[in-house]
């Protein structure tokens, strides 16, 4: 292959890896019913005028697995990001004791799961598409590397190789799907 067919293969590549990161990251996002300090990572407070995560401003910790704790570097925080919390629109309900926060997360009934599991398909479903139009401009380019005078046989090989990477990485957004789905419905 020559440098141009390279690089339209690398791009392809490198875009529909991201398609699989940004829906690991998505999935992330929804909860299992299990504390994680993960969950807490889009709750931003501000912080001597800056927006900040809470982590870097805080201990965040899991005890046991249905509870998260918040402890603040400095006392004055605590009610700020208490608040933040409550209306981070997560569902979670901290407990104030003075010291730190005390979230209790409540398990997930039946239907919260199974409505979990459909978000979790739909941002699956979100980032196969991402792939497909990434492989779609991958093949556009090819077909233009074909019209600029690549011969038409290592254009046929570039064409597998975006084909098999474009595979590989549906193959790869369900089986993260699938684990995913597996530890929203295990109770």
Do not use: F, W
Not at 37 to 46: A, E, K
Not at 98 to 108: A, C, F, K, T, Y
Request: charged share 35%.
């Amino acid at each position: 292959m020559n440098d141009e067919s390279q690089l339209c293969l690398e791009e392809a590549k490198e875009s529909m890896q991201h398609a699989v990161d940004h829906l690991e990251k998505e999935l992330h996002k929804i909860r299992a019913g299990k504390a994680d300090p993960s969950m807490l990572d889009g709750v931003r407070v501000d912080y001597y005028g800056t927006m900040t995560a809470i982590d870097q401003i805080s201990n965040i910790n899991t005890p046991d697995p249905r509870q998260i704790t918040v402890q603040p570097y400095e006392k004055k925080m605590l009610q700020i990001i208490e608040k933040a919390i409550m209306n981070s629109n997560l569902g979670l309900n901290p407990q104030n004791n003075g010291e730190i926060l005390r979230i209790i997360v409540p398990p997930l009934s039946e239907d919260r799961r199974k409505e979990m599991v459909k978000r979790a398909k739909t941002e699956a479903e979100t980032a196969k598409v991402a792939v497909r139009n990434n492989r779609r401009l991958a093949m556009e380019h090819a077909k233009k590397l074909e019209k600029d005078g690549t011969p038409e046989d290592e254009v046929k090989v570039l064409e597998k190789e975006i084909q098999d990477v474009t595979n590989s990485s549906s193959e790869k957004i369900d089986k993260i799907l699938a684990n995913k789905e597996k530890d929203i419905m295990t109770v």
